[in-house]
């Protein structure tokens, strides 16, 4: 069975920083395309970043409004995804979703809830 | 960027209604687009995807359609579970674009 877990949410000052775990079970993690995905209060769904395999060197891409201030990385030795999240805003403030589609299937974790406020 | 233009935003419908949603792409994306349901509390569930393919489970009055950059997401036959949240993906190239989402609901 494919499990998508994260973790790591939680209240954070606007310039902060916070960290995401993804830990992923039941698939071969090694060879997935991994995303980061959020959902804002008002219910909308953005895409936030993707890493490729390493057949792919590891290769990274980001929505324009968190590039430069957000990170996504992978450990294939832990089946896990990271997002690394610096600088903060309150506009950062959404459920974060760790997804993993291939073909016909699109898998997602529970989310973890990232809020952003003074 | 490619934009991902959602309509309706709000779907009024009595159960046995036949209901459409429709997103229309701002550049080609083949057939590139998944539909989730999404219930509250809940993550999405994936329902088309390659645009007109039955995801895994999703029952068979669910269908998806294309004509040219318009996609369809249609239920012949509403039913209370339904009831929820729907929005459009276009997964063809990065970065990847959501419709702004249609919530269907009991007339």
Redesign the interface.
Known sequence: EVQLVETGGGLVQPGKSLKLTCATSGFTFSNAWM?WVRQSPE?????VA?IKAKSNNYAT????SVKGRFTISRDDSKSSVYLQMNSLKEEDTAIY?CTW?V????Y????VMVTVSS | ?IQMTQAPSSLPASLGDRVTITCRASQDIGNYL?W?QQKPGK??R?MI??AT?L??GVPSRFSGSRSGSDYSLTISSLESEDMA?Y?C?Q?KE?????G??TKLELK
């Open positions: 995303h219910k909308q769904l953005e895409w993707q891409y980001y929505a324009e979703y589609r073909g016909g299937f699109d997602w974790g529970q989310g | 960027d998944r989730f993550s999405p994936l995807y390659g393919n995801a895994a949240d929005y993906l997964s990065s970065p990847y674009t959501f702004a989402g």
